[in-house]
């Protein structure tokens, strides 16, 4: 269970890290903007399996004869990965840029398209430690604001406490912290002017239940 | 900024050193395990663990009718979530099964390919898929697999697959068509769970080598412990445990040397108030209800503090042992639950235990909790595991085989009372039972009479041995065998008594908040005397 914290000057550290095994894009000491990529990892987007025994019609001990890729080969679109000559050829072309993962039991599976995945540092601050492979620890000294419960979705501007002389506008992109529970309907205003945050003291239940979804 | 865990266990074995007097820990911290005699150290430790966030896992089969249902009863055991089912023989082609995989993010596989020298076509597209899905995606958590039979392709997929120890080769648990055995993956499964639990959970790794142990999934160590209990248990009945935790539930149950069992995530749930709402004994609004849960949900640790807030935290824990209950019986006919009308297999003692018991009042509330989420038919014992024993046993049973058999005997459960429900068709307020009290030979006997709708407790001398001559009308079963049918009963005194139910199934709860909230009261002035 969390605890309420409240520290200032407090010295943070915050580790980035993939959930892939990647690479690391900074270095020891080098100083990091909010959304700046400390490390990455292209993956996949998609998979093909092309069944070479059903469509050519043919024996699986005789697939290395059609086959004009190896496993591990990259690919552009277009190339030609089989081909089955005949009266009329059979030819089986990548649809996409990607890469031979697999032939086995006469099937061959290509990897096509890139998902790029980022571990972004969700704040300023330096980098005191590497983790190899996964991304960084960043430090900063930061005052600390730990609630007992969130709804797992970051946002980030600056704090700003609500008044109620100021327009819902005048506090868009800042985290707005209520000093009582506001209604759904002021909430929902302050969403559509486009708020990056609410910290609350109380919360009502259904307005808990709102923030889940 | 959670608490270290290793930390959090030397400060426990502090703690435990200084209660007992018991010297565990050497100058450096170390638990002493090697020089121990019998005021120092220890001869061996074992490590049991719950976890209360469930694991990914994709479930890979032959068959919807036999490997996937085997497979979905065996994933029960633990907790995990069920990110996809893959029917190797009704996919319709490869790719869409690869990119099927590729979605779930998974961190365990469970493949069972049906019976031995069973088609092997269809399994291998799908060792294939996982092998390029291994290979293609590099993830800081190494899956595990777990491959359960057919046994003619285990040696190819551990081959093929070629991940070394995240690999785990168990026998098959559909050996022939129709033949189920689920311990035979029990222990592959744990392995494997392991293995994810030490890179899931920071500073896990850090207990076991502090430790000296593996740690042993608090699932298994219970069902370990629950099987024992059915294995000696003299009335020949089955044995039925039900493990309430802050976020979690777990059901086991053994009888006839199987075992059921089901871990699920119970977390307060703000969408359940509808659903609470018509069984609290008290007027509470739809907000009110709200309000408590989610309370409840983000402060596990909450106590109840005014009296519609116990209500609500009865009612709430009655619902969650009966959603509990339907899902163990979608997943397990044979534990034999109807809801509403209540658990008709026959389980005695039922071992109630867990954090979320301790908010409630008292051992009455408990009970009357208990009897109104199973409803249980028969004559049944309800028994407190108050310090989470049986766990604990489970898992020191590995290393200390006899401990657990020796506890056992020496009693370590609470008994609250024993439980006889009576039920017929006999209108309220005509004779159900008559029951005749003998507690020995100095004492007289008692003649007792039980009406159709009365809830009575016959208050017995805790530790007490007694017999009771249960003579029911023609109709009414009072648990005996048949309806009609009674005769001498043995107990043993429980806290609470012996109890006669004969309120009904299903439980005839009042709509109306004020006739329930006095009818509860009612009950809970029988059973506190």
Same mark, same amino acid.
């Given at each position: 269970?969390?605890?309420?914290?409240?520290?200032?000057?407090?010295?943070?550290?915050?580790?980035?890290?993939?959930?892939?095994?990647?690479?690391?894009?900074?270095?020891?000491?080098?100083?990091?903007?909010?959304?700046?990529?400390?490390?990455?990892?292209?993956?996949?987007?998609?998979?093909?399996?092309?069944?070479?025994?059903?469509?050519?019609?043919?024996?699986?001990?005789?697939?290395?004869?059609?086959?004009?890729?190896?496993?591990?080969?990259?690919?552009?679109?277009?190339?030609?990965?089989?081909?089955?000559?005949?009266?009329?050829?059979?030819?089986?072309?990548?649809?996409?840029?990607?890469?031979?993962?697999?032939?086995?039991?006469?099937?061959?599976?290509?990897?096509?398209?890139?998902?790029?995945?980022?571990?972004?540092?969700?704040?300023?601050?330096?980098?005191?430690?590497?983790?190899?492979?996964?991304?960084?620890?960043?430090?900063?000294?930061?005052?600390?604001?730990?609630?007992?419960?969130?709804?797992?979705?970051?946002?980030?501007?600056?704090?700003?406490?609500?008044?109620?002389?100021?327009?819902?506008?005048?506090?868009?992109?800042?985290?707005?912290?209520?000093?009582?529970?506001?209604?759904?309907?002021?909430?929902?205003?302050?969403?559509?002017?486009?708020?990056?945050?609410?910290?609350?003291?109380?919360?009502?239940?259904?307005?808990?239940?709102?923030?889940?979804? | 900024?959670?608490?270290?865990?290793?930390?959090?266990?030397?400060?426990?074995?502090?703690?435990?050193?200084?209660?007992?007097?018991?010297?565990?820990?050497?100058?450096?911290?170390?638990?002493?395990?090697?020089?121990?005699?019998?005021?120092?150290?220890?001869?061996?430790?074992?490590?049991?663990?719950?976890?209360?966030?469930?694991?990914?896992?994709?479930?890979?089969?032959?068959?919807?009718?036999?490997?996937?249902?085997?497979?979905?009863?065996?994933?029960?055991?633990?907790?995990?979530?069920?990110?996809?089912?893959?029917?190797?023989?009704?996919?319709?082609?490869?790719?869409?099964?690869?990119?099927?995989?590729?979605?779930?993010?998974?961190?365990?596989?469970?493949?069972?390919?049906?019976?031995?020298?069973?088609?092997?076509?269809?399994?291998?597209?799908?060792?294939?898929? #996982? !092998?390029? @899905?291994?290979?293609?995606? &590099?993830?800081?958590?190494?899956?595990?697999?777990?491959? +359960? %039979?057919? =046994?003619? $392709?285990?040696?190819?997929?551990?081959?093929?697959?070629?991940?070394?120890?995240?690999?785990?080769?168990?026998?098959?648990?559909?050996?022939?068509?129709?033949?189920?055995?689920?311990?035979?993956?029990?222990?592959?499964?744990?392995?494997?769970?392991?293995?994810?639990?030490?890179?899931?959970?920071?500073?896990?790794?850090?207990?076991?080598?502090?430790?000296?142990?593996?740690?042993?999934?608090?699932?298994?160590?219970?069902?370990?412990? #629950? !099987?024992? @209990?059915?294995?000696?248990? &003299?009335?020949?009945?089955?044995?039925?445990?039900?493990? +309430? %935790?802050? =976020?979690? $539930?777990?059901?086991?149950?053994?009888?006839?040397?199987?075992?059921?069992?089901?871990?699920?995530?119970?977390?307060?749930?703000?969408?359940?108030?509808?659903?609470?709402?018509?069984?609290?004994?008290?007027?509470?609004?739809?907000?009110?209800?709200?309000?408590?849960?989610?309370?409840?949900?983000?402060?596990?640790?909450?106590?109840?503090?005014?009296?519609?807030?116990?209500?609500?935290?009865?009612?709430?824990?009655?619902?969650?042992?009966?959603?509990? @209950?339907?899902?163990?019986?979608?997943?397990?006919?044979?534990?034999?639950?109807?809801?509403?009308?209540?658990?008709?297999?026959?389980?005695?003692?039922?071992?109630?235990?867990?954090?979320?018991?301790?908010?409630?009042?008292?051992?009455?509330?408990?009970?009357?909790?208990?009897?109104?989420?199973?409803?249980?038919?028969?004559?049944?014992?309800?028994?407190?595991?108050?310090?989470?024993?049986?766990?604990?046993?489970?898992?020191?049973?590995?290393?200390?085989?006899?401990?657990?058999?020796?506890?056992?005997?020496?009693?370590?459960?609470?008994?609250?009372?024993?439980?006889?429900?009576?039920?017929?068709?006999?209108?309220?307020?005509?004779?159900?039972?008559?029951?005749?009290?003998?507690?020995?030979?100095?004492?007289?006997?008692?003649?007792?009479?039980?009406?159709?709708?009365?809830?009575?407790?016959?208050?017995?001398?805790?530790?007490?041995?007694?017999?009771?001559?249960?003579?029911?009308?023609?109709?009414?079963?009072?648990?005996?065998?048949?309806?009609?049918?009674?005769?001498?009963?043995?107990?043993?005194?429980?806290?609470?008594?012996?109890?006669?139910?004969?309120?009904?199934?299903?439980?005839?709860?009042?709509?109306?908040?004020?006739?329930?909230?006095?009818?509860?009261?009612?009950?809970?002035?029988?059973?506190?005397?």
């Amino acid at each position: 269970m969390n605890t309420l914290l409240a520290k200032s000057h407090e010295q943070l550290l915050w580790p980035v890290t993939l959930e892939y095994s990647g690479k690391v894009l900074v270095g020891i000491g080098e100083t990091l903007t909010t959304g700046q990529p400390v490390a990455e990892i292209t993956l996949p987007d998609h998979f093909q399996v092309f069944d070479l025994v059903s469509s050519y019609r043919i024996h699986p001990s005789e697939t290395d004869q059609y086959l004009r890729r190896l496993v591990g080969e990259t690919i552009q679109a277009g190339d030609i990965v089989a081909q089955k000559p005949g009266l009329v050829t059979k030819i089986f072309r990548a649809p996409q840029a990607g890469r031979v993962v697999s032939i086995r039991d006469g099937k061959v599976t290509l990897a096509l398209g890139e998902r790029k995945h980022q571990a972004l540092a969700p704040f300023p601050g330096e980098v005191v430690e590497l983790i190899p492979g996964r991304g960084v620890v960043i430090a900063l000294h930061a005052a600390v604001l730990q609630g007992v419960w969130g709804n797992g979705i970051t946002g980030k501007g600056p704090l700003i406490a609500w008044d109620e002389a100021e327009s819902a506008a005048s506090m868009s992109g800042g985290l707005v912290y209520f000093e009582q529970a506001p209604s759904i309907t002021r909430l929902r205003r302050f969403l559509d002017a486009g708020v990056a945050g609410f910290i609350f003291t109380t919360i009502l239940p259904n307005i808990g239940i709102s923030c889940k979804k | 900024m959670q608490r270290d865990l290793e930390a959090q266990l030397i400060e426990l074995l502090q703690r435990l050193q200084l209660e007992s007097g018991h010297k565990l820990l050497d100058d450096e911290g170390q638990l002493i395990q090697r020089d121990f005699d019998e005021n120092r150290g220890v001869r061996a430790a074992a490590l049991s663990f719950g976890n209360s966030r469930p694991i990914r896992t994709v479930l890979v089969a032959t068959s919807a009718a036999y490997s996937l249902t085997a497979l979905r009863r065996l994933g029960k055991l633990l907790n995990l979530e069920i990110a996809a089912e893959i029917c190797a023989q009704d996919e319709q082609n490869a790719t869409a099964q690869l990119m099927n995989l590729l979605e779930t993010d998974a961190d365990l596989f469970l493949i069972a390919g049906g019976t031995d020298g069973g088609s092997q076509k269809a399994l291998r597209t799908s060792i294939e898929n #996982i !092998r390029v @899905l291994l290979n293609t995606q &590099p993830r800081i958590v190494h899956p595990q697999i777990v491959y +359960l %039979g057919n =046994e003619a $392709l285990g040696q190819y997929a551990q081959k093929e697959l070629d991940i070394g120890p995240n690999f785990h080769l168990a026998p098959n648990i559909i050996p022939v068509l129709g033949q189920e055995d689920l311990l035979a993956g029990w222990t592959a499964l744990s392995a494997a769970y392991r293995r994810v639990l030490l890179q899931l959970v920071p500073g896990l790794s850090a207990v076991e080598q502090r430790l000296a142990t593996q740690l042993l999934p608090s699932e298994l160590c219970s069902g370990r412990m #629950i !099987r024992l @209990l059915e294995a000696i248990n &003299p009335s020949g009945k089955g044995i039925l445990s039900i493990h +309430l %935790g802050a =976020e979690s $539930l777990n059901i086991t149950a053994a009888q006839s040397g199987e075992l059921i069992s089901c871990e699920l995530s119970s977390c307060p749930d703000p969408g359940q108030a509808q659903a609470l709402q018509r069984t609290i004994p008290a007027e509470c609004s739809l907000s009110e209800i709200k309000d408590y849960l989610l309370s409840r949900l983000v402060y596990p640790a909450y106590k109840p503090a005014t009296r519609q807030d116990m209500l609500l935290e009865l009612a709430w824990t009655c619902l969650r042992i009966q959603n509990g @209950l339907q899902e163990v019986s979608t997943v397990f006919p044979e534990f034999d639950y109807q809801q509403g009308l209540g658990l008709y297999g026959a389980y005695e003692p039922i071992i109630l235990s867990g954090d979320a018991l301790k908010l409630l009042p008292s051992q009455a509330h408990i009970l009357l909790m208990a009897i109104e989420a199973l409803c249980p038919h028969g004559i049944t014992t309800i028994v407190l595991d108050q310090d989470q024993i049986l766990t604990a046993l489970g898992a020191l049973a590995a290393v200390e085989p006899l401990l657990p058999a020796q506890l056992i005997d020496s009693g370590i459960f609470e008994n609250l009372a024993t439980l006889i429900t009576v039920t017929g068709p006999v209108s309220e307020g005509r004779k159900m039972i008559d029951l005749e009290l003998d507690q020995g030979k100095d004492q007289m006997r008692g003649l007792v009479q039980v009406k159709a709708g009365e809830f009575k407790c016959l208050g017995l001398e805790p530790q007490s041995s007694s017999r009771l001559y249960l003579s029911p009308q023609s109709q009414v079963d009072a648990g005996m065998g048949q309806a009609g049918l009674g005769g001498w009963l043995r107990t043993s005194g429980g806290n609470l008594g012996v109890i006669i139910d004969a309120r009904g199934r299903p439980l005839p709860l009042p709509g109306n908040a004020q006739e329930h909230a006095k009818k509860l009261q009612d009950w809970l002035n029988e059973l506190e005397g």
